[in-house]
């Protein structure tokens, strides 16, 4: 957990806790940093408004090293913080004020998500010029590939293995992310703008007033 206001930081960590998880705290950017690379975490609570170092480094700098699901928290939502937070490595965001209700709901799905990706098929997906590897997270288009986020890489891979279904947002947050109340929609667009900003503009289509489908054809 990172995060420089203490009220919230003891609240949240109190309230992991109870769920039965272990909870080291930190209230500056580069302590964070070396804690991870100490502890080796399983999540990141992430604060976008540090102290030493911003949010944003924190999270380019502890996914380069390893990658691991965050869950980003901000104070401001705008449209331009949720890109770039996502962008750099983040699985998710909530903006303050949140209930730790729903923290902790975020918590326990990225959590199953990360728990499943062992069972991804091994076999590479090929559609048109696009081509997935499931078991090494990588992807290609055209021959180049391209460098996804833990959740780039999950949605572009659950839409390349049902080409052709249209996916309400909806939907996408309960078969990817493992949201079960389907709250988030603005998440989803995000990634969704992620991924044609690295594979091209066609990779994911909109079908307005329903959903996303895979852009290209077989």
């Known amino acids: ?46 604060d976008l408004m540090l102290p030493g170092l911003d949010g944003l480094e924190v999270c380019r700098r502890i996914q380069r090293e390893r990658p691991v699901p965050v869950l980003m928290l901000t104070a401001r939502d705008s449209e331009t913080d949720t890109v770039v937070g996502l962008t750099v490595g983040a ?20 959590l199953r998500r990360v728990e499943r990706m062992p069972e991804q098929s091994s076999g590479r997906l090929v559609v048109g010029d696009l081509e997935v590897d499931p078991a090494g997270r990588r992807a290609w288009r055209a021959g180049t590939e391209a460098t996804l986020t833990p959740t ?10 049902h080409p052709g279904v249209v996916y309400a947002r909806e939907r996408l947050l ?27 503009a066609d990779i994911v289509r909109t079908v307005h007033g329903v959903g996303y489908s895979l852009g290209i054809e077989p």
Do not use: Q
Not at 91 to 110: C, G, M, N, Q
Not at 152 to 161: G, I, Q, R, S
């Open 1 to 46: 957990m990172v995060e420089d206001e203490a009220p919230i930081a003891n609240a949240v960590a109190a309230r992991l806790r109870s769920e039965g998880f272990d909870v080291d705290v930190s209230g500056d950017g580069r302590d964070a940093v070396d804690r991870c690379e100490r502890l080796r975490p399983d999540l990141v609570v992430l």
């Open 91 to 110: 699985d998710d965001y909530l903006t303050k004020p949140f209930s730790p209700r729903e923290l902790v709901a975020r918590v326990h799905a990225l």
């Open 152 to 161: 780039e890489f999950d949605l572009l891979h659950h839409l390349v293995a």
């Open 174 to 200: 309960t078969e990817v992310w493992g949201y079960r109340d389907g709250a988030g929609a603005r998440t989803v667009d995000s990634h969704v703008r992620g991924l044609r900003s690295k594979l091209g």
